[in-house]
């Protein structure tokens, strides 16, 4: 064999290196996408959170205005009856002769047990 026939003993090392060269730029470029991805994926994860976030407050703001439109409601029923309970009634006559009737009706049955 001839010296020009021989690879140079260098040929070998130099491939394996430009094979680490291209390994390692293939590596950086999975690591760069899957930081590109990741970033993605977070900000996704943001805004669906921030998305939730805004739908229970809505809900939770809805929930409050019933509850405080049911609580004015019973409080101005509860005012409304408080009102017509201080009002004075005068009874009519058919109403002074019912009460009439059952005064002398319990003072009967008070009377006749105690005999």
Same mark, same amino acid.
């Given at each position: 064999?001839?010296?020009?026939?021989?690879?140079?003993?260098?040929?070998?090392?130099?491939?394996?290196?430009?094979?680490?060269?291209?390994?390692?730029?293939?590596?950086?470029? *999975? #690591?760069?996408? &899957?930081?590109?991805?990741? +970033? /993605?994926?977070?900000?996704? =994860?943001?805004? $669906? !959170?921030? %998305?939730? @976030?805004?739908?229970?407050?809505?809900?939770?703001? *809805? #929930?409050?205005? &019933?509850?405080?439109?049911? +609580? /004015?409601?019973?409080?101005? =029923?509860?005012? $409304? !009856?408080? %009102?017509? @309970?201080?009002?004075?009634?005068?009874?009519?006559?058919?109403?002074?002769?019912?009460?009439?009737?059952?005064? /002398?009706?319990?003072?009967?049955?008070?009377?006749?047990?105690?005999?």
């Amino acid at each position: 064999m001839t010296a020009a026939g021989l690879d140079s003993p260098f040929d070998g090392v130099e491939a394996a290196i430009a094979r680490v060269l291209d390994a390692e730029h293939v590596a950086r470029d *999975a #690591v760069t996408q &899957a930081s590109a991805t990741a +970033a /993605a994926m977070t900000e996704e =994860a943001r805004a $669906a !959170a921030r %998305a939730l @976030a805004e739908r229970t407050e809505r809900r939770i703001r *809805a #929930v409050r205005a &019933a509850f405080e439109e049911r +609580a /004015a409601a019973e409080v101005a =029923a509860l005012d $409304a !009856a408080a %009102a017509e @309970a201080g009002v004075r009634h005068e009874l009519t006559s058919d109403e002074l002769a019912r009460v009439d009737v059952a005064v /002398a009706t319990l003072g009967a049955e008070l009377t006749r047990f105690g005999s």
